[in-house]
């Protein structure tokens, strides 16, 4: 099993998200400036802040070479996790439904929160199911999750709000306190808070590492 | 329409002054309006209300008529924000 880690100009979490995908699996940087995937079975699109988040977040990162791959392999079933300004990157191409706002409080949050799991019957959130509570941290200017009213029950009726803040958790002023969606097919999704900052004790948590032991747990058909 | 005057003497031959207005929808919050709201009114300016702040995305085009494709692919992101093409004289 093999994650692929894509690279921006700008990203600044894409180490942090290898040591995760390296702590379950193995793990290799993709150069956004490449057409190749490296035959990876699991691409993550890391935080930071992708070509300066000019125009918008992600509204450039969305054209770089390496997505034009990346959204043939979410279109052949592929799985893709967009973390921060790759779940931004990923409402710009289209993978994901919605948008993601300026705060309301129109300042850099950057905090431990708790996150509600309210679809652990997908591939990146199947091992997580005995804990529904979750504590990863956020860091965002840009978080606040939003689709017209009509979409966000459809995305409610089909499952695809799998992370919620916990009450008096929202950091940011996501509709419906949204804090990560999947697509219709379940194979790309997208979070504002980093579960590859959780992923040791050390740190405060290690609730994120099970995102990933998920995605490996899934993809390697381990799971009964 | 005119070409923006001061702009005029600078465009090649073959281009086109446009000006691009992207605001955010009607019914999305739009906080850094709201924050200049509150500014206005801190400074003795009574009666403001509704402020929006959106961008004004000037450019030289050989093609006009590629302008609403350049912002519904990229200038734009149609589901929050609504674009308006305000000039594009040749």
């Known amino acids: 099993m093999k994650f692929g880690v894509v690279v921006f100009p700008g990203s600044c979490d894409d180490v942090d998200a290898q040591l995760a995908c390296a702590r379950v699996a193995e793990a290799v940087p993709l150069w956004h400036a490449d057409h190749d995937l490296q035959g990876v079975d699991a691409v993550v699109i890391p935080g930071g802040f992708s070509y300066g988040d000019y125009l918008r977040a992600g509204a450039i990162a969305r054209f770089a070479p390496i997505m034009s791959e990346v959204i043939d392999f979410a279109a052949a079933g592929g799985h893709v996790l967009g973390i921060c300004n790759g779940f931004q990157v990923c409402c710009e191409a289209g993978l994901l439904p919605g948008a993601l706002l300026t705060n309301t409080s129109l300042r850099f949050v950057c905090r431990q929160v708790s996150l509600e799991l309210v679809n652990p019957d997908t591939a990146f959130t199947r091992s997580l199911e005995p804990r529904r509570r979750l504590s990863i941290p956020v860091k965002h200017t840009t978080g606040r999750y939003y689709a017209p009213d009509a979409e966000l029950d459809r995305l409610e009726a089909a499952g695809q709000v799998v992370l919620r803040y916990s009450p008096g958790h929202n950091p940011n002023g996501s509709l419906r306190d949204i804090a990560g969606v999947c697509n219709e097919r379940g194979n790309v999704f997208g979070l504002m808070p980093h579960p590859e900052h959780a992923v040791d004790p050390l740190t405060g948590s290690s609730d994120g590492l099970g995102l990933f032991a998920s995605l490996r747990d899934s993809l390697s058909g381990s799971l009964v | 329409m005119a070409r ?38 801190a400074l003795g300016f009574a009666g403001v209300r509704e402020v929006r702040i959106g961008r004004l995305i000037e450019l030289e085009v050989t093609d006009p008529a590629t302008l609403p494709q350049m912002c519904e692919c990229l200038l734009a992101n149609p589901l929050i924000e609504e674009y308006e093409i305000l000039d594009s004289a040749s």
């Open chain 2, 4 to 41: 923006t005057p001061h702009r005029v003497w600078a465009l090649a031959w073959d281009q086109v002054h446009a000006r691009v207005l992207v605001r955010p929808k009607a019914g999305i919050l739009d906080p850094q309006g709201a924050a200049a709201e509150r500014a206005l009114a």
